[in-house]
């Protein structure tokens, strides 16, 4: 472990913000709390602020040596969960329903301790911006920063994301070149028959029935249609429809999520399940509506990037403790919509074993990880921009 003796002495201060973060947790675009305590800090190290990028959004700027020298952006985010925390930490969150159940409380004070000791060192030639943004969860905030200008108004050549990691060893890193998470689509379809007495079905069209044949169907998208070397999932996550035993429902709603890595396999996954739920529907006389919609594209880590992120990594945690071809993962992150405008890397950092999971109640995010986070990120910064 390569752990500056000035970034250890951080160690401290870094936790004390990371549990001020966590005791304040805000959903989406609300986090107006945390966005003050960002520009607060940046401008306490002398960075250059701009506020209001997608509501909540902070992206800071500092400069050093030579300003025709490479730019880079560093990405964090800010944003918490609608959940009830059950940790009984003394740091717990304070608003009810509300945690920071995914550590972006950890991401954020990872890359404030990185521009902290980054404007006290000054060891690096060209420009950084560190990007703090808004409601990662669900609402898209990657997507609305961009729409807004992020890489024109900060026009950096690359982009690099990080996300802590339980499950994965303490002092570890993990990440792959290609797609690391998986594009998020959404679907929901009604299903319509003709309701009636459930002892004299042939008088109506059995929606249950037809429910559970399409839903049954849905599974050979991924197991029949697809190319088995690129991963697809669907999951029905829901189904509404019945309110009594003795009554065939009209109609039955069911919903869920389709997950794939490749635009082949993202653009497929509609129009198949429009084929299979309609020809369902119409061998049993039922009808369908079907609404699809798609959300967080997949998470590309270009290749280049991903070397220099892995290099980083091993300069701080040594080369045994770089993975550099683990498993993608079907969860999502809108990190994405940075990485397919500019070339990029997202890397995790292992949070230990045996820890709670991400969204979990009883995660906690582990503050001993913090001076690696921000080591990880000095260490990109200064091996892209070498000071002359
Ligand atoms: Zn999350
Ligand atoms: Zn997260």
């Given at each position: 472990?390569?752990?500056?003796?000035?970034?250890?002495?951080?160690h401290d201060e870094l936790t004390q913000w990371r549990r001020e973060i966590h005791a304040h947790p805000e959903l989406a675009f609300e986090e107006t709390r945390t966005s003050d305590f960002v520009a607060q800090k940046l401008e306490e190290f002398g960075i250059e602020v701009?506020?209001?990028?997608a509501h909540t959004g902070v992206v800071?700027?500092?400069?050093s040596g030579d300003p025709d020298a490479e730019h880079i952006g560093l990405r964090a985010d800010m944003d918490a969960l609608p959940i009830e925390e059950q940790t009984n930490a003394e740091y717990s969150s304070r608003i009810p329903g509300k945690m920071h159940a995914c550590g972006h409380d950890g991401h954020t004070t990872m890359l404030l301790g990185a521009a902290k000791h980054l404007s006290r060192s000054g060891r690096f030639s060209g420009t950084v911006y560190f990007i703090f943004q808004p409601g990662e969860e669900s609402a898209g905030g990657g997507r609305v920063m961009v729409e807004e200008g992020l890489f024109e108004r900060f026009p950096m050549r690359s982009v690099y994301g990080m996300h802590n990691w339980p499950g994965i060893q303490t002092g570890v890193a993990a990440?792959?070149?290609?797609?690391?998470?998986?594009?998020s689509d959404t679907f929901s379809i009604t299903i319509t028959g003709k309701g009636g007495h459930a002892a004299m079905p042939h008088q109506?069209?059995?929606?249950v029935m037809v429910t559970c044949e399409a839903v049954g169907a849905l599974q050979t998208i991924a197991s029949r249609n697809c190319d088995p070397a690129d991963p697809v999932v669907v999951s029905v996550t829901q189904?509404?429809?019945g309110d009594a035993t003795n009554v065939i429902p009209q109609q039955v709603n069911i919903a869920g999520t389709a997950r794939t890595f490749s635009k082949n396999a993202r653009d497929m996954i509609e129009p198949a399940?429009?084929?299979?739920?309609?020809?369902?529907?119409?061998?049993?006389?039922?009808?369908?509506?079907?609404e699809f919609e798609r959300g967080y594209p997949a998470t590309v880590n270009s290749?280049?990037?991903?070397?220099l992120a892995a290099r980083a990594a091993a300069r701080v945690l040594g080369d045994g403790n770089v993975i550099h071809d683990m498993n993608p993962c079907m969860g999502s992150e809108d990190f994405a919509y940075m990485l397919e405008e500019r070339p990029g890397s997202y890397i995790w950092l292992g949070a230990g074993e045996g820890r709670a999971q991400l969204h979990s109640p009883h995660y906690d995010f582990n503050d001993e990880i913090l001076p690696l986070g921000v080591s990880y990120w000095t260490a990109l910064v200064e091996d892209q921009l070498p000071a002359e």
């Open positions: 472990m390569n752990i500056k003796p000035e970034v250890a002495a951080l701009h506020r209001g990028i800071g700027v500092l400069r990440t792959l070149t290609g797609p690391v998470m998986a594009a109506g069209i059995d929606t189904i509404h429809g399940m429009r084929r299979i739920i309609n020809g369902v529907c119409a061998a049993h006389g039922a009808s369908a509506e079907f290749a280049h990037e991903t070397t």
